[in-house]
């Protein structure tokens, strides 16, 4: 995906995404428009100028959004007289989500993160997002997908940084949820050590 549609994108993200924290005393978020281009592990990496994410020890995760292509998600699809029921129903689809954030969060902690469900100074909440998800057959089987982090100050509501990247998405016919699995997985370990290394 290009610059321009990946953008186009993150910025349908950016208001459709509620905020993640539950307590109406806690900020609202903010500093989308601030971010500029950085460089790191991911095709498309904008952070807010000046900001040190080494600093951060703790992920607050949220629940994982999807967004299905345009032309995808149809509940059925007709041949002639043959009506062809997808694979990828709403049932598939949440487990889509909660595979990929089971293996987002699992990494993060394997990788010396703690989570918790709380904001203090050395906490950023975590958004996970995949966007513009593809599939093949009449969602026989997935494609692509943009994956997004954001991640945000927990305590001022500010983003810090919009990691991004479209890649295929593995999905093998003998264990496919385990190749999700390893594809979040490898996204968390970019992620993990961009969060280390920007500074």
Sequence with gaps: MNRIALLALVVLLAMALPSTLKASSEPEITGFDDLVKAKSRFAETWVRP????????????TEALLHLSED?????????????????DEEHLQKLKEVVSQAVIAELERTGFETVQESSPSTLILRIALL??????????????????????????VIQA???????????????????GLWA????????HTLRKAK
Excluded: C
């Design 162 to 180: 919009r990691l991004g990247q479209r890649s295929n998405i593995p999905f093998g016919r003998n264990r496919p949820w385990e190749d999700v």
């Design 185 to 192: 997985q490898k996204a968390a370990w970019d992620l993990q």
């Design 72 to 88: 995808q998600g149809q509940p059925m699809r007709r041949t002639g007289s043959v009506v062809h029921r997808p694979v990828f």
């Design 50 to 61: 000046g900001a040190d994410l080494s600093q951060y020890t703790k992920i607050y995760p």
């Design 132 to 157: 513009d998800i593809t599939t093949q057959n009449g969602m026989e089987r997935l494609d692509e997908a943009t994956v997004l982090f954001d991640v945000i100050d927990s305590e001022t509501g």
